[in-house]
């Protein structure tokens, strides 16, 4: 099963509201593909790669468009931690 953080949840609307500026659209379907891919975490946990900045092997991403997806594989669930655009500078202090 995967949950969604409160702060990768706020991550997204983020992602949908920028992008609805120019295109409702393009807002769906970006924010809709990313929520599907995370639905593949469900029966491949160790699908995306470790977080370079992390080091640690539980917390993983997936990249989809011009984001990261960081997620935790966990015993029972994997939780989507943050989804953090590719440009944007990143520390591991910024994980919830």
């Keep these: 099963m995967v949950k969604w953080s409160d702060h990768a949840k706020a991550d997204l609307r983020h992602i949908h509201d920028f992008i609805a500026e120019d295109s409702k659209h393009y ?3 970006v924010t809709q593909d990313i929520v599907d ?4 975490l469900s029966e491949l946990p ?11 092997p539980a917390i993983r991403e997936l990249h989809i ?3 990261r997806v960081m997620y935790e594989v966990c015993d029972k669930h994997n939780y989507v ?6 440009r944007q500078d990143f520390v591991a202090e ?3």
């Excluded at 891919?37 to 593949?40: E, N, P, V």
């Excluded at 160790?46 to 640690?56: A, F, L, M, R, Y």
């Excluded at 931690?81 to 590719?86: E, I």
């Design 27 to 29: 807002a769906k379907k």
């Design 37 to 40: 891919k995370t639905l593949r």
């Design 46 to 56: 160790q699908i995306g790669k470790v977080v370079p900045e992390i080091g640690d």
């Design 65 to 67: 468009y011009s984001y």
């Design 81 to 86: 931690l943050a989804v953090v655009h590719k």
């Design 94 to 96: 910024d994980l919830p």
